[in-house]
């Protein structure tokens, strides 16, 4: 190709957990200059500066070329107002691709306005399903493949889901893990930061939280069995709890402040700020185990080796539980002092990595695309 005809390629982010999955990307493409003109859009989804920019810098991504600004809104006003935020874009760019990854309100409204305008979709990390269509990302993640072109899956679950619901085998590539491209690479760096350390924690002497979905934290009674649970089944072991802005506000709310401690080192579940990348990489890498109801962290402690409690009915991520540390407990108290007591029982976690969580992901990716996939 010459720089005429090169590949125009948009790709979005939005939310928090697109970035480490974007920057792989960005780094693949940045060795493919001459056969590609690439343009990063954030749709401002996320615009907290602990849940957004820091991660740029963490990542060693370009600032983005264009942000939307779109901010918060209910699902159908942050869906809309990306749609026609991104509309104009993409018609002055007119891309040859968009991409788009995972499962959040900007995958899907980039998706169909492109989809609309004749643009290619290509979604990374495709076929993922919990089959829970209460989820909203359940629905973000069916409408996205439906009409994507080009589907790139991290297992071969992924790709018998997207064959059973009909998707042609012809657009589906079984590429491995670009959330994991991310981790490998940072890794380093991560334990270099000495977070951990600088926070007074031995390894593999502590916990970390992650709590958000609307399921756990929007609800008194359910965030309360939760937090018991956790308060009880830990037996007074120091949790790191970065809380998600969401998550902080309904604990304000329900009058909830008192579970935690005000110092990690006395024990107990203390709640902070949203950490960096390379912060949390590195509490996690330390950690004895993980709390969680995020997507992202099952697959990164499967990789780290760490046991991880998933606090959810449901995973679209079995790989993680077949093959990894993740144990699924379900949100009831039983189920989370039963899975914390068989982690405390168990010496080592033995897990395998699954096929293609390599590092080398978005390098398939940007192959593909250039070779004309
Ligand atoms: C979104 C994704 C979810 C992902 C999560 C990671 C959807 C449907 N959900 O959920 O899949 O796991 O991101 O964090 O896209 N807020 C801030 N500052 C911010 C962003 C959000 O204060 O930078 C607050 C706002 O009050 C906002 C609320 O958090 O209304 C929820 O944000 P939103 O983007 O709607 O969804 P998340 O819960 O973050």
């Excluded at 000495?194 to 007074?200: C, D, R, V, Y």
């Excluded at 080192?265 to 960096?276: F, K, N, S, V, Y």
């Excluded at 109801?293 to 606090?311: A, F, K, N, R």
Aim: charged share 25%; aromatic share 4%.
């Amino acid at each position: 190709m010459n720089s005429i005809d090169r590949l125009r390629v948009v790709s979005i982010v939005g939310a928090r957990p697109n970035f480490m999955k974007v920057a792989p990307l960005v780094t693949a493409f940045q060795a493919h200059v001459r056969d590609v003109k690439h343009l990063l859009v954030h749709t401002g989804q996320h615009y907290d500066k602990r849940m957004s920019e820091s991660f740029f810098s963490d990542l060693g991504m370009p600032k983005p070329d264009i942000n939307l600004g779109i901010g918060s809104g209910s699902h159908a006003e942050q869906t809309g107002r990306v749609m026609m935020a991104i509309e104009p874009v993409l018609e002055a760019h007119r891309p040859d691709v968009m991409i788009v990854v995972g499962d959040v309100n900007s995958t899907i409204a980039c998706a169909l306005t492109a989809k609309k305008m004749g643009i290619r979709v290509v979604h990374v990390e495709a076929g993922l399903r919990s089959f829970d269509r209460t989820m909203p990302e359940e629905l973000n993640r069916l409408c996205t493949d439906s009409i994507s072109d080009l589907l790139f899956t991290t297992d071969h679950i992924a790709n018998e889901n997207l064959l059973r619901e009909g998707v042609d085998e012809s657009k589906i590539h079984f590429v491995g893990n670009v959330m994991i491209d991310s981790l490998m690479r940072h890794q380093p760096a991560a334990n270099d930061t000495k977070f951990a350390e600088s926070l007074g924690l031995k390894s593999k002497s502590y916990a970390s939280l992650t709590l958000h979905r609307p399921a756990n934290v929007d609800d008194r009674e359910n965030l309360v069995e939760i937090l018991d649970a956790l308060v009880d089944g830990l037996h007074g072991m120091p949790v790191v709890f970065p809380a998600h802005p969401r998550t902080r506000r309904q604990i304000t709310e329900f009058g909830l402040a008192d579970r935690f401690t005000s110092k990690l080192a006395e024990g107990g579940i203390w709640m902070t700020e949203p950490l960096g990348y390379l912060e949390f990489l590195d509490v996690n890498s330390r950690a004895r185990l993980v709390l969680t109801d995020s997507g992202g962290l099952q697959e990164e402690t499967t990789i780290l080796g760490v046991p991880c409690i998933t606090i959810r009915e449901n995973t679209e991520r079995p790989i993680t539980v077949t093959q990894g540390t993740n144990r699924l407990a379900g949100t009831s108290r039983q189920g989370i002092l039963k899975a914390i007591s068989e982690v405390f029982a168990s010496d080592g976690q033995v897990s395998a990595r699954p096929e293609k969580w390599d590092g080398q992901a978005a390098t398939r990716i940007v192959d593909l695309l250039c070779r004309g996939a």
